[in-house]
């Protein structure tokens, strides 16, 4: 069974930083694109940032070009995202997804649960 498991979520100031982690399992996703959205109360999920199968193209979305990085470390089947300079309009749910390196969430095949990140302004 395939499961993505995320961490690293938590509750920071505003400014601060945060590496959020998704570990795969069940199998190896070398050869695949991969993603993380965010969710806030009552809004859509929305992307964030994706990846392609051999690092060499990274997407972002606007609010979090120049701050946020996307990276993966095939040899634990792990990505990441590295969040600097959080505002509090970063807070959200973020979901970490594997098989697309679109925009679009109903492209991915696999999910990880979410994990919290609150920023405090």
């Known amino acids: 069974q395939v499961q993505l498991v995320e961490s690293g979520g938590g509750l920071v100031q505003a400014g601060g930083s945060l590496r959020l982690s998704c570990a795969a399992s069940?199998?190896?996703?070398?050869?695949?694109?991969m993603g993380w959205f965010r969710q806030a109360p009552g809004k859509e999920r929305d992307f964030v940032a994706s990846?392609?199968?051999?690092?060499?193209?990274?997407y972002y979305a606007d609010s979090v070009k120049g701050r946020f990085t996307i990276s993966r470390d095939d040899a634990k089947n792990t990505w990441y995202l590295q969040m600097n300079s959080l505002k509090p309009e970063d807070t959200a749910v973020y979901y970490c997804?594997?098989?697309?390196?679109?925009?679009?969430?109903?492209?991915?095949?696999?999910w990880g649960q979410g994990t919290q990140v609150t920023v405090s302004s």
């Open positions: 997804a594997a098989g697309s390196l679109s925009t679009m969430p109903r492209l991915y095949e696999y």
């Open positions: 069940g199998r190896t996703f070398s050869r695949a694109s």
């Open positions: 990846i392609s199968r051999s690092g060499g193209t990274t």
